[in-house]
């Protein structure tokens, strides 16, 4: 299944892959081998640890190996601000406290609350997509309160 990605979120994987098996890779493989030229490997807790640190870094190489092959960049030149859909920024009201809010409709692994980017599968974001200005967006949330907003405006 394709993942669509920003050109900014495929490089930062690329990126990330690139540390993984450059610099994380080599130094797993001298602890690994540090460990084992202390003897007996059946007692060896440095030597389990950095076997289980060996297995967690080789699948996180696989899984980001597996999403950057799959992944689809998006185009945001084809993007239509006159509707919510990824990678749109939405100004938000909160009908319940007046209070503005903008988010950025982001791929899932390109989320950060921090900076204002919610992933689109997200159950606001879900309830938001193909709104248009004016609109409101009734959501219920997982734990089963309602959020009311407004859509204030749309853009990139």
Same mark, same amino acid.
């Given at each position: 299944? &394709? =993942? +669509?990605?920003?050109?900014?979120? /495929?490089?930062?994987?690329? &990126? *990330? /892959? %690139?540390?993984?098996?450059?610099? *994380?890779?080599?130094? #797993?493989? @001298?602890?690994?081998?540090? &460990?084992?030229?202390?003897?007996?490997?059946?007692?060896?807790? *440095? +030597?389990? &640890?950095? $076997? %289980?640190? @060996?297995?967690?870094?080789?699948?996180?190489?696989?899984?980001? $190996?597996?999403?950057?092959?799959? =992944?689809?960049?998006?185009? %945001?030149? @084809?993007?239509?601000?006159?509707?919510?859909? #990824?990678?749109?920024?939405?100004?938000?009201?909160?009908?319940?406290?007046?209070?503005? @809010?903008?988010?950025?409709?982001? !791929?899932?692994?390109? =989320?950060? /609350?921090?900076?204002?980017? #919610?992933?689109?599968?997200? !159950?606001?974001?879900?309830?938001?997509?193909?709104?248009?200005?004016?609109?409101?967006?009734?959501?219920?949330? !997982?734990?089963?309160?309602?959020? =009311?907003?407004?859509?204030?405006? #749309?853009? /990139?």
């Amino acid at each position: 299944m &394709a =993942s +669509y990605v920003t050109k900014e979120g /495929l490089e930062k994987m690329k &990126a *990330e /892959l %690139e540390q993984l098996e450059t610099v *994380e890779r080599p130094k #797993i493989t @001298q602890q690994i081998a540090e &460990a084992r030229d202390k003897g007996d490997l059946s007692e060896n807790a *440095e +030597y389990d &640890a950095a $076997k %289980e640190a @060996q297995g967690m870094l080789e699948m996180r190489i696989s899984k980001l $190996k597996d999403v950057i092959s799959t =992944s689809k960049i998006i185009d %945001e030149s @084809q993007l239509d601000t006159s509707k919510v859909s #990824i990678l749109t920024t939405v100004k938000l009201k909160n009908n319940a406290t007046n209070q503005e @809010q903008v988010f950025k409709l982001v !791929p899932d692994n390109e =989320s950060d /609350l921090k900076t204002g980017k #919610i992933s689109v599968n997200t !159950p606001i974001a879900k309830g938001l997509l193909g709104k248009v200005v004016g609109e409101t967006a009734d959501i219920t949330l !997982p734990n089963g309160n309602k959020l =009311s907003f407004e859509v204030l405006d #749309i853009t /990139l």
